[in-house]
């Protein structure tokens, strides 16, 4: 829990800055998620660039205006749920790891051979 203190002291203090770092952080674990778990392909196979690629766009689409959420077109239902039962200042949080399972088909779909 001192982890997850941190995070929301951070978001307050400096919530651009926090958004952009977590956002990019989650595409790039997405895509992790996807070579490692999906593809299979093992720490020797692994491609650091396609991560690094996937870290420089979920860096790169975080719109910080619209209520501290991220730019992306996630399922109804669960940004429905986000928006009537989840508090604000959670809301980010809530999409960053539903958007990391979602990452991880686009990471997959994107680099199938």
């Given at each position: 829990?001192?982890?997850?203190?941190?995070?929301?002291?951070?978001?307050?203090?400096?919530?651009?800055?926090?958004?952009?770092?977590?956002?990019?952080?989650?595409?790039?674990?997405?895509?992790?998620?996807?070579?490692?778990?999906?593809?299979?392909?093992?720490?020797?196979?692994?491609?650091?660039?396609?991560?690094?690629?996937?870290?420089?766009?979920?860096?790169?689409?975080?719109?910080?205006?619209?209520?501290?959420?991220?730019?992306?077109?996630?399922?109804?239902?669960?940004?429905l749920?986000?928006?009537?039962?989840?508090?604000?200042?959670?809301?980010?949080?809530?999409?960053q790891?539903?958007?990391?399972?979602?990452?991880?088909?686009?990471?997959?779909?994107?680099?199938?051979?």
């Amino acid at each position: 829990m001192a982890l997850w203190r941190a995070y929301q002291r951070a978001l307050t203090a400096h919530p651009w800055k926090v958004q952009v770092l977590t956002a990019g952080s989650l595409m790039g674990l997405g895509d992790v998620i996807s070579q490692q778990l999906v593809e299979r392909r093992g720490l020797q196979a692994h491609k650091t660039g396609r991560t690094l690629t996937m870290v420089s766009l979920g860096c790169g689409f975080v719109d910080y205006p619209d209520a501290l959420i991220t730019n992306y077109y996630l399922w109804p239902a669960v940004q429905l749920a986000n928006f009537y039962l989840v508090p604000l200042h959670y809301r980010l949080a809530v999409v960053q790891c539903v958007a990391v399972i979602w990452n991880s088909y686009l990471s997959w779909k994107a680099h199938r051979l």
